[in-house]
C-alpha cells in the first residue's frame, strides 16, 4: 500500500466523523440544537419556557458547536497516527478551547455594547467550559463506542469473508478432495472424518462470531485444519499444542488463531524444502491469557524472511478486532528471527 493510501486510511478510521462535510456538520448542529432547547426547559420548564432565553443559549450554544468543528476538522488531519486515547484526550481539550473562546468573546462583546467597555467575567467563563464539558465528553465517548462497534463488525465480517476464501481456494479443495480419494480404499474411517472436519471448517468459517467464541471452540477449529493440512504434509508438517487454561470459559472474536495457524503452514513451512514445525502454547501471566505461535522458517544464509503480500493488512485487521473486542486491553506482537516467525497475542478476558 503506497503512503497516501496508509494515510487515507488512517484518515478513514478516525474515530470522530467527518465533521468537514455536510453529513456530519448537519449532525452536530442537531445535537446542539436539542442541548440548547434542554439547557432552556431545565432553566425555565415547559409551562414557562422562555423563547427569547433559547435563542440566546441556541446562539452560544451554535457558535461554540462550529468553532468546534473547525478545530476537529483541521486536527483531524493531523491526530490520525496517534493512539486513540491521545487523540480523544486532544480533541477534547480543543472542544473546551473552543468554549472559553465563544465564551470570552461574548463577555467582550456584551460589556462593551452595554456599558462601552472591555470586561470579561472569567467565573462566567469557567461555568461555560465546565458545562460544555459534559456534553462533549458524552458525544466523544459515543463516537468511541460506534467506531468500536463499526471496527468490530467489519473486521468480523472480513475475516469470516477471508477465511471462508482461504478455505475454498482450488489448491486446498483440490488437495483434500485428493487426500479423501487415497483413503476411501485404504482408510475409510480416516475419510469419513477428514470429510467431517472439512465440513465443520465451512461451517466455523460462516459462523456469526459477533458476539465471540469460546476459546475451545477456536481452537477446535484449527485442530481440524491442521488435521487435513497433515493428511497433505505428512511428516513434512510437525507441530505440537501446549494449552495451560481452561478455554471453555474464554471468550474470544472468531477467527482469531486460525487465519495466523493457516498463514504459518502456507508460507512458513509449505515452501520449505524439508516442512517445518509449528507450536502453539496457550497459558496466562498473571491477568493476561497469552497466544504464542512459532513456526520454523527456511533462511538461506543472510537471506531475510519475506512477509507475503497483504500480511500487513490482515494483522492490523486482527489488531483492530482485538482492541474491539477485548476494549482496548489486548495486544500482538511479532518477530522475526533467523529460522522462526513468532507470534504472540495477549489479551485481558472476559470470563463466565
Known amino acids: 500500500m503506497s503512503d497516501s493510501g496508509e494515510k487515507q486510511a488512517q484518515i478513514d478510521n478516525y474515530f470522530i466523523p467527518d465533521l468537514c462535510r455536510g453529513q456530519g456538520l448537519l449532525g452536530l448542529l442537531v445535537i446542539a440544537g436539542l442541548f440548547a432547547v434542554l439547557m432552556t426547559l431545565m432553566r425555565t420548564g415547559i409551562s414557562a419556557f422562555d423563547f427569547l432565553l433559547l435563542a440566546k443559549v441556541a446562539l452560544q450554544v451554535f457558535w461554540i458547536a ?3 468543528a ?3 476538522c483541521q486536527a483531524r488531519r493531523f491526530l490520525n497516527h496517534l493512539p486513540l486515547r491521545e487523540i480523544a484526550l486532544i480533541n477534547f481539550s480543543l472542544i473546551l478551547l473552543a468554549a472559553a473562546i465563544c465564551a470570552a468573546v461574548a463577555q467582550l462583546s456584551s460589556s462593551y455594547l452595554l456599558d462601552g467597555i472591555w470586561q470579561i467575567d472569567y467565573l462566567w467563563i469557567i461555568n461555560t467550559v465546565v458545562i460544555a464539558a459534559i456534553p462533549a465528553g458524552a458525544i466523544l465517548r459515543l463516537f468511541y463506542f460506534q467506531h468500536q462497534l463499526r471496527q468490530q463488525q467489519g473486521a468480523s465480517q472480513q475475516a469470516r469473508i477471508e477465511a471462508l476464501q482461504s478455505k475454498i ?4 479443495l483440490f488437495n483434500s478432495m485428493n487426500s479423501l480419494a487415497s483413503l476411501i480404499s485404504t482408510d475409510p474411517d480416516k475419510a469419513e472424518e477428514t470429510l467431517e472436519n472439512l465440513c465443520d471448517l465451512f461451517r466455523y468459517a460462516l459462523h456469526d462470531g459477533t458476539e465471540g467464541v469460546s476459546l475451545q471452540l477456536e481452537v477446535d477449529a484449527c485442530k481440524k485444519y491442521l488435521q487435513i493440512e497433515k493428511l497433505r504434509l505428512a511428516e513434512r508438517l510437525q ?3 501446549d494449552i495451560d487454561v481452561d478455554m471453555e470459559n474464554i471468550s474470544v472474536p472468531a477467527l482469531l488463531l486460525q487465519p495466523l495457524i493457516e498463514n ?7 515452501p520449505a524444502r524439508k516442512g517445518g514445525y509449528l507450536k502453539i502454547r496457550i497459558y496466562r501471566d498473571g491477568e493476561w491469557v497469552c497466544i504464542d505461535l512459532v513456526n520454523s522458517l527456511e533462511t538461506n544464509g543472510e537471506q531475510r524472511f519475506q512477509k507475503p503480500a497483504g500480511h500487513n493488512m490482515a494483522i492490523n485487521n486482527l489488531r483492530h ?8 486491553q489486548a495486544d500482538l506482537q511479532e518477530t522475526v528471527k533467523q529460522n522462526h516467525y513468532h507470534t504472540r497475542m495477549r489479551f485481558k478476558p472476559t470470563e463466565g
Not at 321 to 328: C, G, H, S, V, Y
Open 70 to 72: 473547525v478545530f476537529l
Open 321 to 328: 478486532r482485538l482492541d474491539a473486542f477485548f476494549n482496548q
Open 66 to 68: 462550529l468553532l468546534s
Open 264 to 270: 504459518a503452514v502456507f508460507h512458513g513451512i509449505q
Open 239 to 241: 507441530y505440537d499444542w
Open 169 to 172: 481456494r482450488p489448491h486446498f
